[in-house]
């Protein structure tokens, strides 16, 4: 069964090329090397430790489901933690380990759109919000609303990605050509 990772929903939306690269020509990007990202997986190795149950409560939150490892058809992923909230409705909660600066990334926002969906998909609950924890801001808890379009919008992306690895099909590249400056396949990359 092909599934694809929010990581690769991500990558795919910044440029469809990165899917291409990695996972078609299998050409690694070496993140492991990267600090932050380091950090991060140290950091969610370790906040299980931590009492965050203030942060719960504080969301309405009835139970919680910690490192929630969901699965369907086309998606995969581990979230930090799936809570079920007091109206109802569940919600994916997920820890950064960044700094809140008063700008939600776009990034993130994907991310949580995946678990929305896959939460709805394990659990036939509905998600209307998500919420991240920013551990190096005192973990700052902000509450992100979750649409039916953002959900439309992963799915859409995980079947494109799964039919240019199946099918082994050459994408355009990003029309933003400011984000080729960074990527890690500028050298190989044929624009």
């Given at each position: ?18 899917t291409f690269f990695e996972y078609v020509l299998r050409v690694p990007q070496h993140e492991e090397k990267e600090?932050k990202v380091m950090q991060g997986r140290e950091m969610h190795d370790r906040k299980e430790a931590q009492n ?140």
């Amino acid at each position: 069964m092909f599934s694809v990772t929010p990581s690769h929903i991500i990558q795919y939306l910044y440029c469809p090329r990165f899917t291409f690269f990695e996972y078609v020509l299998r050409v690694p990007q070496h993140e492991e090397k990267e600090y932050k990202v380091m950090q991060g997986r140290e950091m969610h190795d370790r906040k299980e430790a931590q009492n965050s149950g203030y942060l719960r409560r504080r969301i309405g939150a009835t139970a919680k489901i910690i490192d929630a490892y969901l699965t369907n058809d086309l998606l995969r992923g581990e979230v930090d933690e799936v809570l079920e909230l007091s109206d109802g409705t569940m919600a994916p909660l997920d820890y950064k380990f960044a700094k809140w600066e008063d700008k939600l990334y776009d990034t993130y926002r994907t991310q949580l759109a995946c678990y929305a969906w896959l939460i709805e998909e394990n659990f036939s609950r509905p998600v209307n919000r998500g919420y991240l924890v920013y551990t190096r801001s005192k973990n700052h808890l902000l509450e992100v609303p979750i649409a039916r379009a953002d959900m439309e919008a992963v799915r859409s992306a995980a079947t494109a990605i799964r039919d240019i690895v199946q099918k082994n099909l050459y994408p355009d590249a990003t029309k933003v050509r400011k984000k080729c400056d960074h990527c890690t396949y500028r050298n190989i990359c044929t624009q």
